[in-house]
């Protein structure tokens, strides 16, 4: 529960101060993010797959 309010607290902070940002910045932002979890998403699978053939 404590988890799941610390979570939401993060999220209204996060999106509270993206409305104060210009469009521009904010989708510049989110493309940065999705980036990283991209890649960092590729290189779990890759590390899971030698794990596995081990």
């Known amino acids: 529960m404590l988890f799941l309010v610390a979570a939401l607290l993060m999220m209204g902070i996060l999106l509270g101060a993206a409305a104060h940002l210009p469009v521009s910045v ?29």
């Open 26 to 54: 904010t989708l510049l932002a989110a493309a940065v993010i999705a980036g990283w979890l991209l890649v960092f998403s590729v290189r779990e699978r890759r590390n899971s797959a030698k794990g596995a053939s081990r």
